[in-house]
C-alpha cells in the first residue's frame, strides 16, 4: 500500500510524513511528491521515495503518482491558483487509479465567509465528481498562524486583532498533521467522510493574550480593532500584503463564529487532546 504526500517538503506535508512514518509506516511506501528535491534530502535519507512534481506541470505529476494507492493532497499555498492546481493533482490521481484522495481543506468550508473559503469550496465539488472516493479534512486555524503576532505581544504587552468575542478552536500543524496519517492509516471506508478538525482551546483573543502573558510572566491584554485599522498594522510591521488580507479576513471569520467547532473530530482522530496553545507560546518566545 502506497502512501503519497504533496507539498512533502512543506511544513504540514512534512509533518504528515513523519507522523506516517510514527504510525508504522514503512518508508519505501510513502511517496514524498516536492517541487525541489535537494529539500528533501532528509526524507530521502529516511527512505522515502522522493518524486519531483510542482502542481503546474500535468504530466510530472501524473509520473509522480505512479502506482499509489492513497493520496494527501495539501492545498496549495498560491491563493487564487489553487483550484487549476488541485483540479492537475486530482486528473493524475484519477489518470492513476488511485484509490483514496484525502484532501486539507478549511473548517466549516461550505458555510464560510473567509477569502480562503471558495477555493477549498471548488476543490471538494471537483473531488465529488472524481470517479476517486475522497475525504475532507477541513482544517481548523493553526496556533503558528500568531507566532508572530505572539513575539509582538510580548514585546508591547498588546495583542492586536479585530476578532471581536469571537472564539477560535486552534489547534498545532502537528495534530492536523496526524490526523491526515490517522484517516490514511485507517482501515475503515474514508470514502465520502467530511471532517470538521479543530482543537480543544476555544479562545477569544482576550483569553490568548493572557495565555501569552501567563508563559511570558508579563500582562497582556487584547486590544480589538477596526479590520481596516487592523490591516495597516499589519502592513506597517512588514506583513505581505496578502497574507495580511488573510489575517484580517480571518479575524473577521472569527468574529462571525467561523473557526470554531466542538465537532470532536480531530480529538477523535488522533486519540488525544489537541496540543496546548501555551506549548505553541512557550516555543515562540523561547
Do not use: C
Not at 510530472?60 to 493520496?71: Q, S, T, Y
Not at 512588514?238 to 467547532?261: K, M, N, W, Y
Amino acid at each position: 500500500m502506497t502512501t503519497a504526500v504533496t507539498g512533502a517538503t512543506g511544513q504540514l506535508g512534512g509533518l504528515a510524513i513523519g507522523e506516517l512514518l510514527a504510525r508504522g509506516v514503512p518508508a519505501a511506501d510513502i511517496v514524498a511528491v516536492v517541487r525541489d528535491e535537494a529539500k528533501a534530502a532528509d526524507l530521502a535519507a529516511q527512505g522515502v521515495q522522493v518524486r519531483v512534481a510542482s502542481y503546474e506541470d500535468p504530466e510530472a505529476l501524473r509520473r509522480a503518482l505512479d502506482g499509489v494507492d492513497k493520496l494527501l493532497l495539501v492545498s496549495g499555498s498560491e491563493v487564487g491558483r489553487r483550484v487549476p492546481q488541485h483540479t492537475n493533482v486530482i486528473e493524475a490521481a484519477e489518470a492513476n487509479g488511485v484509490g483514496l484522495i484525502a484532501y486539507t481543506s478549511l473548517l466549516n468550508a461550505s458555510t464560510s465567509g473567509l477569502a480562503l473559503a471558495p477555493e477549498h469550496v471548488a476543490t471538494e465539488k471537483r473531488l465529488a465528481e472524481s470517479s476517486i472516493p475522497a475525504v475532507f479534512l477541513r482544517n481548523g486555524w493553526y496556533w503558528e498562524n500568531y507566532l508572530q503576532s505572539i513575539g509582538q505581544a510580548v514585546a508591547t504587552g498588546t495583542l492586536l486583532g479585530a476578532a471581536g468575542d469571537g472564539k477560535v478552536a486552534g489547534a498545532a500543524r502537528v495534530d492536523y498533521a496526524a490526523a491526515a496519517a490517522a484517516v490514511l492509516t485507517s482501515d475503515a471506508d474514508q470514502g465520502g467522510k467530511i471532517y470538521e478538525l479543530g482543537g480543544d482551546e476555544r479562545l477569544t483573543y482576550a483569553e490568548l493574550a493572557k495565555v501569552i502573558g501567563d508563559v511570558a510572566g508579563k500582562t497582556v491584554e487584547y486590544r480589538d480593532l477596526p479590520e481596516a485599522d487592523y490591516a495597516k498594522v499589519l502592513a506597517d510591521n512588514g506583513i505581505p500584503e496578502q497574507f495580511a488580507a488573510v489575517l484580517t479576513g480571518s479575524d473577521a471569520g472569527i468574529a462571525r463564529g467561523e473557526l470554531d467547532t466542538t465537532s470532536g473530530d480531530l480529538q477523535a482522530l488522533i486519540g488525544r487532546s489537541s496540543t496546548p496553545v501555551a506549548e505553541i507560546v512557550r516555543a515562540a518566545i523561547s
